[in-house]
């Protein structure tokens, strides 16, 4: 993102920036790069009166990275899937990926006007991968990392900022309260927002073995969780 000279300092862009980026400054709005996300919001706002707002064409890796992550209207390249976690996690589990006796998890980090950086990302991938869990492919995060068995991000992005970033993988039952309570130790840690989502089919009777997992590890499950009514044909068999 940059501010082209004919700005006239007007402000209007300012209250749409979620990460407090932009100040205007002698009348001339100053983006502070390090905070701006290359969400487009600014932009896509349609507020400016003199066009002064524009995406650059072509952005160099690290902010192309935050780009990808940041902004909702475009699908991660990397991935082609939109927005930051997968169907599956995050909507409508319809390929069968989360199977019996194993619990799906999502790390959610960052938040408009807080934001996360991937240093932060890293220490919770890294914590999860000690008990040897799977990240998912088609995550985002997971097509930056070096190393899927340590959790390791490439260190070109550690300091790069993206508005949230999901960790996203499988966990067999027998570590989830493990784990659970590992990412509890971590979050301590962060200076960022945090959320978490876990997932997991229901049981011949109605009831999840998540439930048990959560309690285990002392965490309160909030009642706005989503629920899966079983949109599409699912392709899981047992
Ligand atoms: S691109 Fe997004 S983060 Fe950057 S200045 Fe515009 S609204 Fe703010
Ligand atoms: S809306 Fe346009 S003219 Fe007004 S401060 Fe922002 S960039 Fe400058």
Redesign the pocket.
Known sequence: MR??D?????????PYCPMNA?E?VDK??VIDLDECVECGT?LKAG???????EMEETLPPARQLRKNFSDPWVSHPTTNVPGRGTEEMKTNEVTGRFKRGFCGIAAELGRPGVGTRFYDVEKVAKACAEFGVEFEPLNPVTSIMTDTATGAIDPQYHNEKALSAIVEFICPNEKVTAVLKRIKEVAATLDTVFSLDICCRADEDGTFAMDAYVKEAGIKASINGKTNIGLGRPRAND
């Open positions: 501010i082209l004919s700005c006239i300092g007007c402000k209007m862009c300012v932009i205007v001339k709005a600014c507020v400016c009166p003199t066009g002064s707002l």
